[in-house]
């Protein structure tokens, strides 16, 4: 458990693929410039968008598109999904990083994991924001946390990132995990292949690393603010998305775009001294992207059917995983 928290911390801040990992097409407009009225979130089961279809001299691979964040009271219909699963002979599980510190690393970990989200040196939130930041901080901060002393020692990267889940929770939505979750499990059932597609980093020294992190810098002011700045406006976009993923209305996911906040607070992850200074988190979206792609061309040529789980912006736009396949001769149907 503690060496997965770590791994765990690792492989979604140095991909920012965390929790809204889901950007629309490049010519989405900007949540925080869209006026959007109050959203009602929809509840009850639903059964979330159709399946990309792509293939290619007779052999198909479904590709399901998950979101994140996901209306909380939201049930989703798997039907579907499940059928097709079930006629697949394999899943490929969502591309990502997997760090791997090992049981015995894990255990030499603990006592270092302590303070893992503080700022170095004690220094406290005041101390590291201009006042005028740090005044809106704790505007927002009572609105959605309420008194919260630990929270000031936080690096700004983490104090953000809590404010963020603190606004979803507020707002009804969720982290949409039981998704994927409910696919593995049907896959499990069926008896169909699961194959990762993650790239694997493996930390030999885990607790050397850790100390490494904790004593590094993060350039994450600007996430900081970038997600003051927009919180309230990506919220209420979220809420237009969960709904629209909730509904299968492709059409409306796609008009907004909250990627600003979200790829403001990877830089601070991956320009940090921590990722600077160890080479085997470098370029690691796109040795990400590379092993997924690998994945899906030997899946393809192998199975008669494949089915395989993406987020939406791996799959919306011209950027997207999908567009690479289309670029190698391959056919990708949208969902109609």
Excluded at 10 to 30: D, K, N
Excluded at 254 to 272: F, H, I, P, V, W
Excluded at 321 to 326: H, N
Aim: contains cysteine; aromatic residues 6%.
């Amino acid at each position: 458990m503690i060496a997965a928290r770590f791994a765990c911390f690792l492989s979604l801040g140095l991909l920012a693929a965390a929790a809204f990992a889901q950007t629309g097409p490049a010519s989405a407009v900007p949540a925080s410039q869209v006026e959007a009225p109050a959203q009602v979130l929809v509840s009850g089961k639903r059964p979330g968008p159709g399946l990309w279809k792509v293939s290619k001299d007779g052999h198909v691979m479904w590709v399901f598109a998950v979101h994140s964040p996901l209306p909380q009271k939201m049930e989703w219909d798997s039907g579907r999904v499940e059928r097709l699963v079930a006629q697949s002979q394999e899943v490929l599980l969502q591309p990502g990083v997997g760090v791997s510190v090992g049981w015995m690393g894990g255990l030499t970990m603990l006592p270092s994991l302590i303070g893992l989200r503080k700022n170095p040196d004690g220094a406290m939130l005041r101390d590291l924001l201009p006042a005028d930041v740090h005044a809106r901080w704790d505007v927002l901060k009572q609105k959605y946390i309420g008194d919260d002393d630990d929270i000031e020692r936080f690096r700004p990267y983490f104090a953000a990132d809590s404010l963020m889940d603190a606004g979803l929770k507020r707002n009804g939505l969720s982290k949409g995990d039981d998704v994927p979750d409910s696919i593995v499990k049907i896959a499990r059932k069926h008896d169909v292949k699961l194959t990762a597609t993650a790239v694997s980093v493996t930390l030999e020294n885990p607790r050397a690393a850790l100390k490494d992190f904790k004593k590094s810098q993060m350039e994450d002011l600007a996430c900081f603010t970038k997600t003051l700045d927009t919180l309230e406006g990506d919220l209420d976009a979220m809420k237009l998305r969960a709904n629209a993923w909730a509904n299968g209305n492709i059409a409306e996911i796609g008009k907004l775009d909250y990627a600003e906040r979200q790829d403001t607070c990877s830089k601070a992850m991956l320009n940090g001294s921590f990722a600077q200074n160890n080479p085997a988190f470098q370029n690691m979206r796109e040795r990400g992207r590379a092993a997924w792609l690998k994945a899906a061309e030997r899946s393809l040529a192998a199975n008669a059917a494949t089915f395989a789980i993406l987020s939406m912006g791996q799959v919306l736009g011209p950027d997207s995983y999908l567009a690479d396949l289309q670029a190698k001769g391959y056919t990708v149907e949208s969902p109609k």
